[in-house]
């Protein structure tokens, strides 16, 4: 019966695609990776077309994020998920402090905590919906927060927690591109660019400082156990060369570049972020105004401008996302083991504020014939 609604064109976005990762891969971006096709697509990682991508990539994102004196920008195989088990063997000397307040947060702590070479974490942790804090601990060298929790969509802001060497990881997987960042206020910003970046998946980027490659370079030389794999002095090293340690993702290499080069090339990371921040606050103030919704995240300072999380009430969600998806809009559905009446919207860069308005128009529609 839901699927037997039509809703009409003129109510439909240009795009729908509103996934939070795998997220909307702009139709320029995957053009200019099929033009530039037989000369990169298919051929040796080691050889100049593929690694002058590699460096186009980091050149840009040092533009982009406005990179301090000495800070790099480091990538590899694996996405985040790798990464954090990098970190575990590469950037956590032997304690860490982590704040846990929703799926991804989570992980990265739990990964610390199983790690056998580490300490017991310190683990802050909050209600899905609310933030968990970080502050200064004796003891501990690691501080690590999501700057924005993608599974939630509750964003904190990027700041230094103690200025004793300790170091502080955000993790930015989703944040990337679309919320603001001081780079001084950050030790190693990651992320992998299947979602404010516009890409696909497969690869890792870290924007490092200077104190986080000393401890890496450190720890390298300590004689502790690290696999080949996620050892970051090694992909520190690569990166230099514009080379990632084993074969990358050249795809997503070319497609990040395309988004990174277009942002650049609109106004740089401000100009991006004020685009995340119309799209969000159209989609919470039209929440707001709604009897039916109402933004997830209560604390208006936490809510995302790149993940907005809408529940409902009275009207199930999980039929309005079936409609919205038989209708072209996609991958409205919220972060699968939260388990609320909700729809989670990505305002990435790469989404058109236009459409995220249309997007409201369309839920208004589906909600009205569902009734
Ligand atoms: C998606 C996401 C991850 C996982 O990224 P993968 O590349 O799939 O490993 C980690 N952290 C955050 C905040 C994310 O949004």
Redesign the pocket.
């Known amino acids: 019966m839901t699927d037997a609604i039509t809703i009409p064109a003129e109510l439909l976005p240009a795009d729908g695609r509103f996934g939070s990762?795998p997220s909307k891969v702009p139709t320029e971006a995957m053009s200019a990776l099929a033009a530039v096709g037989k000369s990169v697509m298919g051929t040796s990682h080691r050889k100049s077309a593929v690694k002058d991508q590699v460096g186009r990539l980091r050149r840009g994102l040092s533009d982009l994020f406005a990179l301090p004196e000495g800070y790099e920008v480091v990538l590899g195989v694996g996405?985040?998920?790798?990464f954090w088990e990098v970190a575990v063997f590469g950037l956590v000397d032997d304690k860490a402090q982590a704040a846990s307040f929703g799926e991804?947060g989570s992980k990265f702590a739990k990964a610390i905590k199983i790690a056998p070479h580490l300490s017991d974490p310190t683990v802050v942790t909050a209600e899905p919906g609310s933030a968990a804090y970080l502050s200064a601990e004796d003891g501990v060298d690691v501080y690590a927060t999501?700057h924005?929790?993608?599974s939630t969509g509750v964003a904190v802001d990027v700041e230094r927690v103690a200025a004793d060497g300790a170091l502080m990881l955000h993790?930015a997987?989703?944040a990337a591109a679309g919320l603001p960042v001081d780079m001084t206020q950050t030790d190693c910003y990651y992320f992998?660019p299947?979602?404010g970046l516009a890409s696909d998946?497969g690869l890792w980027i870290a924007l490092m400082s200077p104190a986080a490659i000393e401890r890496a370079e450190r720890i390298a030389a300590s004689g502790r156990y690290i696999p080949a794999f996620l050892d970051l002095k090694t992909a520190i090293d690569n990166s230099r060369k514009d080379q990632t340690y084993n074969t990358p993702a050249v795809a997503t290499v070319v497609l990040a570049a395309e988004q990174v080069d277009a942002l650049n090339a609109a106004g740089g990371l401000e100009a991006a972020a004020k685009r995340c921040a119309e799209s969000a606050g159209t989609l919470y103030s039209w929440a707001d105004s709604r009897e039916f919704a109402t933004p997830f995240v209560t604390e208006e300072r936490l809510r995302s401008n790149v993940v907005a999380t809408i529940d409902f009430d009275g009207v199930d969600a999980a039929a309005i996302a079936k409609v919205l998806r038989a209708n072209g809009v996609l991958d409205t559905e919220p972060y699968r083991k939260l388990g609320r009446n909700q729809l989670r919207v990505a305002t990435y860069p790469a989404v058109d504020p236009s459409d995220a308005a249309k997007l409201t128009g369309a839920i208004d529609y589906v909600v009205e014939h569902l009734a």
Do not use: L, R, V, W
């Open positions: 990762g996405g985040t998920t790798a991804f999501p924005n929790e993608t993790d997987t989703s992998a299947q979602k998946g």
